[in-house]
């Protein structure tokens, strides 16, 4: 947690995975039995709803010691949430953020779109939920991960629609080497290079991608990869792939 600048420790890590797992449903109230499921893992102990709300208190200790003008973490029943704007949650400004650019997107506005991509892109700053353990915490973050994902290949799409594939470059080969079975990103990486002049670059990054894709799936690359692949065989102009928003406003 941070507070004006300072990082603040809000205590043990399962005293963390709460305020994670609250931060996550912000606004919504949390049951205690998905609380206990969520930071046990289905193996609770003894007295846990004991130590729920010991880790609750803790939480409101943290947050006032912080300098939090009221008491965050509301009380209904057998069930908390924090409440909270959600300019003070990552996640809920990213999400806000990048649907504004979807709406930009959409109704032509690139230069904005792309602005807006690269402000929510820029809120990440290491993996979703990065030392959180359990099930619970692992779905979320791939969950967390594919939404980034989205988000960084529309991206990808508005800067190629500019016309700013030199710039791309550099970017999508760090980014297919981390995917390299995501095929819209080597799509990408292929179309930057080849407008650039780099045909045979770009033919062999398709080389590259089918022999893993092969090796790994054991199937063929898509067709948007395979008509690609011919385009620049034959030397043909390839328009660059729409972005209309189709990831989500």
């Known amino acids: 947690?941070?507070?004006?600048g300072r990082r603040i420790r809000v205590g043990q890590p399962k005293q963390q995975a709460l305020l994670a797992l609250l931060a996550l449903r912000r606004g919504s109230l949390v049951p205690v039995h998905e609380i206990i499921d969520a930071l046990w893992d289905g193996t609770p102990p003894n007295r846990v709803r004991n130590q729920v709300q010991v880790y609750v208190a803790g939480l409101r200790r943290a947050l006032a010691a912080a300098g939090a003008a009221r008491d965050l973490i509301n009380t209904r029943?057998?069930?908390y949430r924090l409440d909270t704007p959600s300019s003070t949650v990552d996640l809920s400004v990213f999400e806000q953020v990048a649907a504004a650019a979807g709406r930009l997107a959409s109704v032509g506005a690139l230069p904005a779109a792309a602005r807006s991509l690269e402000a929510a892109l820029a809120i990440w700053r290491?993996?979703?939920l990065g030392g959180m353990t359990g099930q619970f915490f692992e779905q979320a973050a791939v969950g967390l991960e594919e939404r980034r994902l989205a988000v960084l290949e529309q991206h990808m799409e508005v800067m190629l629609a500019l016309g700013h594939h030199a710039g791309l470059v550099s970017r999508?080969?760090?980014?297919?080497a981390a995917y390299p079975l995501h095929e819209h990103f080597r799509y990408g990486l292929m179309l930057a290079l080849y407008r650039c002049g780099r045909r045979a670059e770009a033919l062999a990054v398709y080389r590259q991608g089918r022999h893993r894709i092969v090796g790994e799936l054991g199937i063929e690359p898509g067709p948007e990869l395979r008509t690609l692949e011919l385009c620049i065989l034959r030397g043909e102009p390839v328009p660059a792939p729409a972005s209309t928003g189709r990831h989500g406003s």
């Open 1 to 4: 947690m941070w507070v004006d």
């Open 77 to 79: 029943g057998r069930a």
């Open 126 to 128: 290491g993996p979703p």
């Open 172 to 176: 999508l080969r760090t980014t297919v």
